[in-house]
């Protein structure tokens, strides 16, 4: 009844129904449902991730120089932490600790520096999807934001 009256108003049927879809559509193009931004989210996560897979098969050339680099920053990290502990308990039985204290705070402070690059290594090795947020906390790490 009220379909046709408007129908009559507007001048057919069809009219109103492509005012009423118009006017729908808008409505919902104006909102940005919480299913809307997850689906967003999900598309993007997999678009990251494909770019990440091409990436590594368009430089799987260089697999080997990445895995030498890897394998240098790491020993270097696990050994200035091993030398920092060391020294620290060594510091315990000797009679004047100072200096093994001393050497100890200033590797650790040289591993410390490393912790960025470590973030980057075992997140580009064991958490790839990721890398983004990863490389932003190690970026922050190394410039020494919190």
Do not use: C, H
């Not at 430089?59 to 990445?66: F, I, M, S, V």
């Amino acid at each position: 009844m009220i379909g046709e009256i408007l129908g009559k108003l507007f001048g057919t049927d069809k009219a109103i129904a492509s005012i009423v879809d118009n006017a729908s559509n808008a409505l919902d193009k104006m909102i940005y449902t919480e299913e809307e931004k997850s689906d967003d989210a999900a598309k993007s996560r997999s678009e990251a991730r494909g770019m990440v897979i091409s990436w590594m098969n368009a430089t799987q050339g260089q697999n080997l120089a990445r895995r030498l680099i890897a394998l240098i920053v790491t020993f270097v990290w696990v050994f200035q932490y091993f030398v920092m502990t060391i020294l620290s308990v060594t510091a315990i039985w000797v009679q004047d600790p100072s200096p093994f204290v001393e050497s100890s705070k200033i590797i650790g402070s040289y591993a410390e520096n490393m912790n960025g690059a470590m973030m980057l290594i075992l997140g580009f090795y064991f958490s790839a999807p990721f890398l983004g947020d990863i490389a932003k906390g190690a970026m922050n790490k190394f410039s020494g934001n919190k």
